[in-house]
């Protein structure tokens, strides 16, 4: 019996992160490519757009990222308004903001949401495009998130956003980011993106929501297309470029508080996960951001199973037994010490902090904790 319970505890996790992502790339196969999905798309029709930026404490990087937006606005052939949004920062944020000429609004603190919240009910134009303070837009990448408003079934694009090459931790970054982006794409052809990335993203104005506090705003605000009974496209050629996070302590920390803010999203948009509702998509969110974050904790139990059945002599169960101990104990040695891990277990480490993250997330927000607010890791010393 507990033979039985381990592998269909391996099955499960399997099957989700492995076994879904091939199925869909497989499948995607026989599916057309979507027109956005070429290289130098541009959009036939020229809608009016506006540009939002939440900031807060970003004086380091907001310069550089409104020359990189500046810089595709120059190119656009319609109307373009950028818009930062100050959110209470205590460094010169709004000043570096004001000297580019760009509207500004100054807020008192109240969190990213808020910030969202007050710039949509006062901007204008019929495509909102949504960026965070430190990603730089790489060129030719607004004309790419704009193409695929042409197609009236699409409510809202997924940009790109990668890593910056010869950044520092940036190799396990950049590796996860190839996997998102090469399933983002096969899903797109399938069903839909399943959701955005808040380095970049866009959505027609008259279906940007209310954004809550305590959830991921770039799922919520990009699955509000798909509520309204739109689809999500992935324009992988409309890309931002960001920092990736140094450290490992931080990345967990940070990948803590996403798990729970985004169950917390999730939770909301539950009733997407009804294939009655939203066919295909429904099967891609469950596996794509429920699944996904709860398939981790299966290990815990995996675990004990596999001690269990070690006992009896078992020497696959001994194995696995002792690939599990070996990963404790690089994820115990590299947290105390991180910058003497060999390169080559640098990444196997990154990837278990990555998954204990996960794990964490989800205990936490099983337990009821909620993120209303917090400050961006890249912004803590």
Same mark, same amino acid.
């Given at each position: ?17 492995? %076994?879904?992502?091939?199925? !869909? #790339?497989? &499948?995607? *196969?026989?599916?057309? @490519?979507?027109?956005?999905?070429? $290289?130098? +798309? ?19 990087h907001l310069g550089a990222k409104l020359e990189s937006v500046l810089a595709e606005t120059a190119r656009w052939p319609g109307k373009a308004a950028i818009w930062v949004a100050d959110d209470g920062s205590s460094d010169a ?5 004001? %000297?580019?000429?760009?509207? !500004? #609004?100054? &807020?008192? *603190?109240?969190?990213? @949401?808020?910030?969202?919240?007050? $710039?949509? +009910? ?66 797109? *052809? ?78 909301? *948009? ?71 891990l060999p390169k080559v277990l640098r990444i196997p480490y990154l990837l278990g902090l990555h998954l204990t993250g996960l794990i964490a997330g989800v205990a936490l927000f099983c337990w009821g904790t909620r993120y209303a ?9």
């Open positions: 019996m507990i033979a039985g319970l381990a592998w269909a505890l391996i099955a499960l996790i399997a099957i989700t992160f492995a %076994g879904y992502p091939l199925a !869909v #790339l497989a &499948l995607s *196969r026989f599916a057309s @490519a979507r027109p956005w999905h070429r $290289l130098g +798309a541009v959009p036939a029709h020229v809608p009016d757009i506006a540009v939002l930026i939440c900031a807060y404490n970003e004086a380091a944020t709004a000043a570096i903001a004001e %000297g580019f000429g760009v509207h !500004v #609004l100054r &807020l008192p *603190r109240g969190g990213k @949401a808020a910030a969202l919240n007050v $710039l949509s +009910a006062r901007v204008e134009g019929d495509i909102l495009v949504l960026s965070d303070a430190d990603p730089l837009l790489a060129p030719g990448s607004l004309n790419a998130l704009i193409a695929p408003f042409d197609d009236p079934r699409i409510g809202a694009v997924a940009g790109e956003v990668e890593s910056a090459k010869g950044a520092g931790g940036g190799r396990f970054d950049r590796l996860y980011r190839a996997y998102e982006s090469g399933l983002r794409e096969a899903e797109d *052809r399938l069903f839909g993106c399943v959701s955005a990335d808040g380095g970049l993203l866009a959505i027609r104005r008259d279906l940007m929501p209310h954004v809550p506090p305590d959830g991921t705003d770039d799922f919520h605000i990009s699955t509000a297309a798909v509520a309204a009974g739109k689809r999500i496209a992935f324009a992988r050629h409309a890309v931002a470029i960001e920092q990736p996070i140094a450290g490992g302590r931080k990345t967990m920390r940070r990948r803590v508080r996403i798990t729970v803010r985004g169950l917390t999203a999730l939770w909301r *948009r539950r009733g997407l996960m009804n294939p009655a509702r939203t066919g295909g998509y429904a099967l891609g969110l469950f596996f794509h951001k429920f699944a996904r974050r709860f398939a981790p904790v299966l290990v815990l139990p995996l675990a004990l199973c596999a001690f269990a059945l070690a006992l009896t002599g078992s020497a696959f169960w001994t194995l696995v037994s002792l690939a599990i101990l070996a990963a404790a104990a690089l994820g115990l040695v590299g947290w105390f010490a991180e910058r003497r607010q917090w400050t961006p890791q890249k912004s803590l010393s």
